[in-house]
């Protein structure tokens, strides 16, 4: 009875909500692998959107809607949407008030995170991988661009035309992602990011921190220190490179 007497619940100091698209299935493993004690973190699902923009964000801002409804039932304390392609089509402003005002509770996005990581680690000049094809790619470089980062190079597998090539992101090996993420690195870039929370980041980022000498921040990193640090979660976590060591 002494022993679980000092035993807290689940969640105790934060339980966090993820919002990600019908076909991902690392985000929410490598979550959990690198949740610190105490932190719980909490998945629904909304459906991807070929084109998000043909209804002005209607439908997708719709399914948004319903996905905070899932989490509020589960008193989440903050909640993040984790997608990398969708949160940098919706403008944010409208993304991040549609999440606050259906949960009640802040919330961030994998966009949002990412320019906040890049930020955090004095980065204005980057490298970026990905599993998308080219205009993708050419869509998150704008992005990036236009909160003032620049993209010397970028390269993609080309795997997000159809369900069929999307659910294949998740199976790429972390070995695969290591040598693709690699050979895209540009000398002058400051730090390299890997795109998509659905592609097998985690396994790769200190490896590649060790070979390129520089911080390598990828869609999921990004996005969990982000949801950490505004859900009041301070810890430092080693095997996720710099980012998360260090701030």
């Not at 919706?90 to 966009?111: Q, V, Y």
């Not at 204005?124 to 236009?146: G, Q, R």
């Not at 490896?207 to 950490?228: D, F, I």
Request: with cysteine.
């Amino acid at each position: 009875m002494s022993a679980l007497s000092k035993l807290r619940p689940i969640g105790d100091r934060a339980k966090i909500g993820v919002i990600v698209p019908p076909s991902n299935t690392v985000n929410e493993a490598e979550f959990n692998r690198f949740a610190p004690a105490g932190v719980s973190f909490h998945f629904t699902r909304s459906p991807l959107h070929a084109d998000p923009a043909a209804d002005d964000f209607q439908e997708m801002l719709g399914d948004v809607k319903r996905a905070m409804g899932d989490l509020a039932a589960c008193r989440v304390d903050y909640a993040t949407y984790a997608c990398t392609a969708g949160s940098m089509a919706c403008p944010s402003d409208r993304l991040l008030s549609t999440m606050s005002e259906a949960g009640k509770i802040s919330a961030n996005s994998t966009a949002q995170a990412i320019v906040a990581a890049l930020s955090a680690l004095g980065v204005s000049k980057i490298s970026m991988a990905s599993p998308y094809t080219d205009d993708t790619n050419a869509h998150e470089s704008h992005y990036l661009e236009d909160h003032g980062i620049q993209v010397l190079a970028t390269a993609g597998l080309g795997l997000n035309t159809s369900l069929e090539n999307i659910q294949k992101i998740s199976r790429v090996p972390p070995a695969e992602v290591f040598a693709h993420a690699k050979s895209v690195d540009d000398p002058d870039a400051e730090a390299l990011l890997i795109c998509c929370t659905d592609f097998n980041t985690f396994d790769s980022i200190e490896p590649l921190e060790n070979e390129l000498g520089k911080p390598v921040v990828s869609s999921t990193s990004a996005t969990l220190w982000h949801s950490l640090r505004n859900a009041g979660i301070d810890d430092k976590i080693d095997g996720l490179g710099t980012l998360l060591r260090i701030h």
